[in-house]
């Protein structure tokens, strides 16, 4: 990306924090071995600070939508409570092969690293943290093979790492496009059909909670499409102070 392009994914900002959509196949922090990250481009993010922002919480590299930074030590500190105490509201929104039967529903299934040598894969553990997730369908279709296709809203209750992931491979119909816990290859395939739709963040105690909504990225439309999806009626845009 060029800063340009980081300055258009913006899509709030106030003295406190600000909401970016971060694009799939971006890692969000840079790995130990290097490489490009979207942490690269907070500089041009600054809006007159004397430092750059920093990430609040974490997206896996192949998800995209709603990241927040907190612009300052007060504001990380805040919003890292906020997240530590499930008071940040998360909706992913995703495509899945098969699907659920029924409309909506949880699923409580405690999670686990899967081993040390597997870095942040996951697997369901009874003696592992407690891990909580909602689901709503919003639409059925079939992809172009002919096999069903299910669009749902996710809730991740708790924060666990690939908790949406693992809990919808483990019910029976991952994620399409995940190469970790689907049936993707593990390069070369579908991307990722995970985005993070919105996030509401009660930042102040003196106004209402701050909701804001990612656009459906480019490799999400056709399936969403077949799904029932009628395209975007209004995007989330910058709400408080102009860029």
Same mark, same amino acid.
């Given at each position: 990306?060029?800063p340009?392009e980081m300055l ?31 942490e ?11 430092r ?26 805040l919003?890292? !409570?906020?997240?530590?105490? %499930? #008071?940040v509201?998360k909706?992913? +929104?995703?495509?899945?092969?098969g =699907?659920p039967?029924? &409309?909506?529903g ?8 899967l081993d ?6 996951? !697997?369901?553990d009874?003696h %592992? #943290?407690?891990?909580?997730?909602? +689901?709503?369908?919003?639409?059925? =279709?079939q992809?172009? &093979? ?13 924060g ?31 991307p990722?059909?995970?985005h ?7 930042i ?14 480019e ?14 009626t ?10």
């Open positions: 990306m060029t340009d258009a994914r913006l899509l709030y900002r106030d003295g406190m924090m600000l909401v970016v959509d971060k694009p799939a196949g971006l890692s969000v922090h840079r790995g130990p071995k290097g490489g490009n990250s979207l690269d481009y907070f500089g041009v993010l600054r809006f007159g600070l004397p750059d922002p920093a990430l609040a919480h974490r997206l896996d590299k192949d998800t995209s939508g709603c990241l927040v930074l907190g612009r300052h030590r007060k504001a990380l500190a919003l890292g !409570k906020l997240f530590k105490q %499930g #008071k509201g909706t992913y +929104w995703a495509i899945v092969e =699907g039967a029924e &409309d909506e949880r699923i409580d299934m405690p999670l686990a690293e040390k040598n597997r870095g942040w894969w996951m !697997k369901p009874p %592992g #943290k407690p891990a909580s997730s909602t +689901w709503k369908v919003m639409g059925r =279709g992809g172009k &093979d002919g096999v069903g296709i299910t669009w749902l809203a996710l809730e991740p209750l708790t666990r790492t690939h908790q949406l992931r693992v809990h919808c491979a483990e019910m029976g119909w991952p994620i399409v496009g995940d190469p970790i816990y689907g049936s993707a290859p593990r390069t070369g395939g579908t990722l059909h995970l993070s739709r919105s996030i509401t963040v009660p102040s105690k003196n106004k209402d909670a701050v909701t804001v909504e990612a656009p459906v990225p490799h999400m439309r056709e399936l969403l499409t077949l799904c029932g999806w009628k395209g975007e209004a995007v989330a845009q910058v709400q408080s102070e102009q860029r």
